[in-house]
């Protein structure tokens, strides 16, 4: 079974910065893609961005410019680099990646790391 394990998470003040990451149990060039999710309190999940297994990435609109996602294959580890934080990317982040090969896709998530951003 596949593991992945989030770390890097903490308080911090509104314009700080801090760097999540995500390191998987497998070679992360087994996944079609990883991605960052995020959830605060009383709301949905929402998705914070993607990096392909081919390294193409893509963001939020509420995060471009600020939040970076990079990975290192030979860590099996994917990286959330936060600038500029803002008390509403508050919340917990979730590591996420999917495989297809055939039929039906297969995801994985991690436990969470809690993100604090106040003064």
């Known amino acids: 079974q596949v593991q992945l394990v989030e770390s890097g998470g903490g308080l911090v003040q509104p314009g700080g910065s801090l760097r999540l990451a995500c390191t998987a149990s497998?070679?992360?060039?087994?996944?079609?893609?990883m991605d960052w999710y995020r959830q605060a309190p009383g709301k949905e999940r929402e998705l914070v961005g993607s990096i392909t297994s081919g390294g193409n990435t893509n963001s939020a609109d509420s995060v471009k410019g600020r939040f970076t996602i990079s990975r290192d294959n030979a860590k099996n580890t994917v990286y959330l680099q936060m600038n500029s934080l803002k008390p509403e990317d508050t919340a917990v982040y979730y590591c996420h990646a999917w495989r297809q090969v055939a039929g039906p896709r297969s995801h994985y998530w991690g436990q969470g790391t809690q993100v604090t951003v106040s003064s």
């Open positions: 497998r070679s992360i060039l087994n996944f079609n893609a």
